[in-house]
């Protein structure tokens, strides 16, 4: 018996078709617009700061991505150095100051200022005095679900290195030396 390969062009689909097709994301419905107002979308507390999710999950973007704004007034480290074999992070500083070190090396991160950080890189976020805010984008999305689940353990959570662990190593968010 022959089989077939069946291509799947984006704009020669609809929704449902791209939804049954395993392996091909099914993104925001074409023509309309994914809107998120000031105080809605998906939030947890994380004690030194709060994550509202913009867009993720595969309900909204097919998990290709998730966008999220994290905010928080909180001093002094926001992370634990850990890194992500599978995920590529970027930030976009909307207010306050950071520090964050990649690999070795310390970013002083202000407002306008966009850093990535690829796969498999060490990395951690320190606020400086006041905190601030920031927008991550996060690529594949799905590591949102771990901060919902550190929020559920406590406001402190996220900086304790036990704690982030046992939850960390289901998301790919593997903690390592300072």
């Known amino acids: 018996m022959r089989q077939f390969q069946i291509l799947i062009l ?55 991505f998730t966008v999220a704004e994290f905010a928080g007034t909180a001093e002094g480290p926001w992370t634990v150095p850990h890194l992500h074999r599978g995920f590529e992070e970027s930030f976009f500083i909307l207010d306050g100051m950071f520090t964050f070190t990649v690999g070795e090396e310390p970013i002083e991160a202000t407002p306008g200022m966009y850093i990535l950080v690829p796969r498999g890189t060490a990395h951690m976020i320190s606020a400086a005095e006041g905190g601030g805010r920031f927008l991550t984008l996060m690529v594949p999305g799905g590591l949102e679900e771990m901060f919902f689940a550190l929020g559920r353990l406590g406001p402190e959570a996220i900086r304790d290195p036990a704690a982030r662990a046992a939850v960390s190593a289901r998301y790919d968010s593997i903690p390592v030396s300072s």
């Open 10 to 64: 984006p704009w020669m689909a609809n929704r449902n078709t791209l939804n049954r097709r395993k392996g091909v994301v099914a993104m925001f419905q074409p023509g309309t617009a994914h809107t998120v107002v000031p105080g809605a979308g998906r939030s947890v507390e994380l004690g030194v700061a709060s994550m509202r999710v913009l867009a993720g999950g595969d309900g909204e973007t097919g998990g290709a």
